[in-house]
């Protein structure tokens, strides 16, 4: 991205190669230091040495978002109908569903494990 004399590029920091064989220190300093390494590369000499990331618009991002909300809220809810769960089965109450339509009804048929 180009803006005024400004060049930006997002380097996807799990393209860049890196020894597999050797155990190294995992600095700051080195992981910069890899990083213009590579962005030199990529400018100069082998533009497939990493990948560039494009950085999403506003307007995809807000579309997004919605999609990650609904997925913390099932995600809630899932824990807090398994928390529920845990708790009737510490008291003796099996095979209730939350989440069915009946619930209230089906509650109040149930019986703990000491009556």
Request: aromatic fraction near 2%; proline fraction near 3%.
């Amino acid at each position: 991205m180009v803006s005024g004399s400004i060049e930006s590029h997002v380097v996807d920091a799990a393209s860049i190669a890196i020894s597999r064989r050797r155990r190294r220190a995992k600095t700051d300093k080195i992981d910069g230091e890899a990083l213009i390494r590579a962005l030199l590369a990529y400018k100069l000499v082998e533009p497939r040495v990493c990948a560039m990331l494009r950085v999403a618009t506003p307007q995809k991002e807000d579309r997004c978002r919605i999609t990650r909300e609904r997925k913390a809220l099932t995600d809630e809810r899932v824990r807090h109908v398994n928390r529920i769960n845990g708790r009737l089965f510490a008291h003796g109450v099996s095979a209730q569903e939350p989440m069915h339509r009946d619930r209230r009804k089906r509650l109040e048929a149930l019986k703990t494990g000491d009556g």
